[in-house]
């Protein structure tokens, strides 16, 4: 199994971007995902959350501003980020519980960073 990270890049203030995480392999179901983010010298920080059950939990921070979404079918994970601030400027990071075909436990995964720059 792996997770891709992709949609990364510059914009400036108050502008938008849509990151997405897809997970390619053999899959039977993506559980809890997240999107996490890291700048320099910092710890990474959890982003956002979409539960199995559809729920989702955000960092204040990010609350009102980004939505975290999930296509089943796609086994992708989004991250849409709106009204984007130069804070918000970090390494983005996927991570996803994911059951394998033939698995009833499912191991977490991570992808590769995708950059984010909002210049202001």
């Known amino acids: 199994v792996q997770l891709q990270a992709s949609g990364g890049g510059l914009v400036q203030a108050g502008g938008s971007l849509r990151l997405s995480c897809a997970a390619s392999?053999?899959?039977?179901?993506?559980?809890?995902a997240n999107w996490y983010r890291q700048t320099p010298g910092k710890r990474r920080e959890l982003v956002a959350t979409?539960?199995?059950?559809?729920?989702?939990n955000y960092a204040d921070s990010v609350k009102g501003r980004f939505t975290i979404s999930r296509d089943n079918a796609n086994d992708t994970v989004y991250l849409q980020m709106n009204s984007l601030k130069p804070e918000d400027t970090a390494v983005y990071y996927c991570?996803?519980?994911?059951?394998?075909?033939?698995?009833?436990?499912?191991?977490?995964?991570w992808g590769q960073g995708t950059q984010v720059t909002v210049s202001s």
């Open positions: 991570n996803a519980q994911i059951q394998r075909v033939g698995e009833m436990v499912g191991l977490t995964y």
């Open positions: 392999g053999s899959i039977r179901r993506i559980n809890t």
């Open positions: 979409t539960f199995t059950v559809g729920s989702t």
